[in-house]
Nanobody, 125 residues
Framework: QVQLVESGGGSVQVGGSLRLSCRAS????????MGWYRQAPGKERELVAT???????TYGDSVKGRFTVSRDNFQNTVYLQMSSLKPEDTAVYYC???????????????????WGEGTLVTVSS
């Protein structure tokens, strides 16, 4: 079992910055994706950013150019640097981990999906 522990949420003024961190409780191997999703009240959870164990990155359209995702593979940690924050960025931000575990000698994999409890980010004008 893997637990994801998020930190860095809080309140900030419009145009400000925050840095979120998420650390996995154990070694997650070398085939995985870590990232961030967010959910505002009454809205669906949406992609913020993901980064693979090999460094491939995907951003949601609404955060491109403002947010930067990075990771430390040896510390099993993913970061989200958020800049130029807007009121519409207000949401609970959830850390996500998808692990692909090799289960046989042919190279077949089993997928496990983990979520953090979420950290609240509030952007006020």
């Amino acid at each position: 079992q893997v637990q994801l522990v998020e930190s860095g949420g809080g309140s900030v003024q419009v145009g400000g910055s925050l840095r979120l961190s998420c650390r996995a409780s154990r070694n997650i191997g070398d085939r995985n994706v870590m990232g961030w999703y967010r959910q505002a009240p009454g809205k669906e959870r949406e992609l913020v950013a993901t980064i693979t164990s090999g460094g491939g990155i995907t951003y949601g359209d609404s955060v491109k150019g403002r947010f930067t995702v990075s990771r430390d593979n040896f510390q099993n940690t993913v970061y989200l640097q958020m800049s130029s924050l807007k009121p519409e960025d207000t949401a609970v931000y959830y850390c996500n981990l998808v692990v692909h575990k090799v289960v046989n000698v042919e190279g077949a994999t089993a997928t496990r999906n983990y979520w953090g409890e979420g950290t609240l980010v509030t952007v006020s004008s």
